[in-house]
């Protein structure tokens, strides 16, 4: 690609025209000569700091947000925001080739997500889906890293994409990825809004720019559905510069659930729009599942899809991997691996679990290191008001040391007296709670969900599957 095609949309420059081969953002990345170096300034490196060098190894010029000194610089005032930018025009533009569902909110977003993907496959329709688990291209699964990609790997997910004929992407954007702008450049046919409670504040700091992030996906779509049973969702609907759509579980908005039946492994409601009411069941537990089928019934209807056209296609729809998924026991106990890994999310799977709960529920959960400090003693302490058990072990330890991890997460457990035992070791602490499980408790696995490794230090990933290490526990019995 020429370079003033590249750079047409985000910088003039008086550099010669010629042709470039590559772009990156990224030292680590192989360079080949002739490309383009973006320098971003993260928290611990800042790509300004390696321009020259990347231009002795052959870039042809480097983007950058300050006068360098050097003779093959383009200046922009955002190099964040332009990169996305030349990813986009490095790929021809294949966001625009797709109609884009983005899905925010703290919780919710890979549930929906996947139930809309699923929806659509199962009405013929070829579909592109970007999350926390995968990324799939119609039956096509990539492995991912992010739950939104960074720019380079997103729109080059884009174009695989549209080449394969997909006509949506649902994609989950995160605050991070607003944030730091992965998506710019980006329109969205539908953006919706799930919720928003503690977790991430290592990133955004305060709940106040956790929001802002957040909103930042309505001043990019066309339309909005948002969840006003959430109150960050009602000022949503005061303060976004789009037209919306609401949806609820227990107050008007256009989309709505009427009476609500819980069970152990799904929900059945009256839904209505004022127009229409219709009997929905729908394969996933807790009034939150209520809530995130709305959302998916609310956003079909933007596609072009009748709430009842949506409402018959949930028929087919057997639960999401890792969200309240059980894992078969075939014994007189269950066990459930979900994804929960915030405050908020324990308290609604668990309350949800023990609805329907005929002995204890125990639940089984540790916080991740290297992320939000401040959610690990409320998260002992939703856990504590809302379980009879816990097993408190490690999630995805990172950097930090497991037990310094435990002793924060156990200080949320002060002046409880939910009975506990701790145990570093997750899988010894799958095996002790399988080995002490009495008859009718439920063993909620709480954080993982379908994550199928478990992250230590130094990025090290080693294979771990709750669900195999059920199946082990379960032989020794
Ligand atoms: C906390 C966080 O979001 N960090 C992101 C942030 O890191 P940072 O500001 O420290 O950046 P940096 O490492 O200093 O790098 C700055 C620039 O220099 C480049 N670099 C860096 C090092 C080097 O040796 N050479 C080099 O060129 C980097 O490619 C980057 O362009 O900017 C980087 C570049 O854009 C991201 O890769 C990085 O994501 C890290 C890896 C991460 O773990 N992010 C997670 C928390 C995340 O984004 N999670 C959300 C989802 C959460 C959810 O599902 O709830 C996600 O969307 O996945
Ligand atoms: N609408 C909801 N409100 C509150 N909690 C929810 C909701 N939907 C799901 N949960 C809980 O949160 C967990 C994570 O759900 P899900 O993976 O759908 O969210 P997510 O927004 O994609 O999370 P992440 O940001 O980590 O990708 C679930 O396992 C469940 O415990
Ligand atoms: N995707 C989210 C959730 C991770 C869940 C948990 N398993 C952990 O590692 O903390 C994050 O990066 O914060
Ligand atoms: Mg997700």
Redesign the pocket.
């Known amino acids: 690609m020429r370079l003033y095609e590249l750079i047409k949309e985000v910088a003039e420059t008086s550099l010669p025209d010629m042709e470039i081969t590559g772009l990156t953002?990224?030292?680590?990345a192989e360079v080949t000569e002739g490309s383009i170096f973006v320098c971003?300034?993260?928290?611990?490196?800042d790509?300004h700091d390696?321009a020259k060098q990347m231009l002795e190894k052959g870039c042809a010029a480097v983007v950058c947000e300050r006068d360098l000194g050097l003779d093959k610089q383009i200046i922009v005032s955002d190099t964040r925001a332009a990169f996305p930018m030349l990813c986009a025009a490095w790929f021809g533009h294949p966001e625009r080739e797709l109609e884009l569902i983005g899905v925010t909110g703290t919780n919710g977003k890979t549930t929906i997500t996947t139930v809309i993907k699923k929806v659509l496959s199962g009405f013929g329709c070829k579909v592109g889906l970007i999350g926390?688990c995968q990324n799939e291209i119609g039956d096509e699964i990539i492995p991912t890293a992010?739950?939104?990609p960074?720019p380079y790997d997103l729109f080059e997910l884009f174009r695989k994409m549209a080449d394969a004929g997909c006509k949506y992407t649902i994609m989950e954007v995160?605050s991070?990825?607003l944030e730091?702008k992965r998506v710019q450049g980006c329109h969205f046919r539908v953006g919706v809004f799930t919720n928003l409670t503690q977790?991430?504040l290592d990133?955004h700091g305060t709940m106040e720019n956790y929001y802002q992030a957040k909103k930042m996906l309505f001043d990019i779509c066309d339309t909005a559905i948002i969840n006003i049973d959430d109150k960050y969702g009602e000022r949503y609907t005061k303060e976004i510069p789009c037209p919306y759509k609401t949806y609820s579980v227990s107050k008007r908005a256009d989309y709505r659930a009427e009476d609500v039946m819980l069970g152990t492994d799904g929900v059945k409601y009256v839904f209505s729009d004022g127009k229409v009411k219709k009997n929905v069941s729908f394969n996933m537990p807790g009034l939150f599942n209520v809530s995130n089928s709305l959302a998916v019934i609310a956003c079909m209807e933007e596609l072009g899809y009748t709430p009842c056209k949506t409402i018959a296609g949930f028929e087919k729809i057997q639960g999401v991997r890792g969200r309240a998924e059980i894992i078969p026991t075939g014994r007189d106990f269950t066990v459930i691996c979900d994804y929960a890994h915030t405050p908020d999310a324990l308290i609604n799977v668990l309350s949800a679990i023990k609805e329907s709960a005929k002995g204890k529920v125990k639940c089984l959960f540790g916080c991740g290191g290297n992320r939000d400090r401040t959610k690990r003693a409320p998260m002992a302490a939703a856990a504590a008001e809302h379980a009879d058990f816990l097993i408190v072990t490690s999630d995805n330890p990172r950097d930090e040391d497991p037990d310094d991890i435990i002793n924060d997460v156990l200080k949320g457990l002060e002046g409880k007296d939910t009975p506990y035992v701790r145990m570093t070791d997750r899988r010894e602490a799958i095996h002790w709670a399988i080995k002490n499980a009495e008859k009718d408790d439920i063993i909620v696995l709480a954080g993982k969900g379908h994550e199928d490794y478990q992250i230590l230090a130094g990025g090290v990933k080693i294979h771990f599957d709750e669900r195999e290490v059920v199946a082990e526990a379960l032989k020794e019995l």
Do not use: P
Request: glycine share 12%; hydrophobic share 15%.
């Open positions: 953002s990224d030292t680590r971003i300034k993260g928290k611990t490196f790509g390696a926390t992010r739950t939104t960074e995160s991070q990825g730091q977790d991430h990133v």
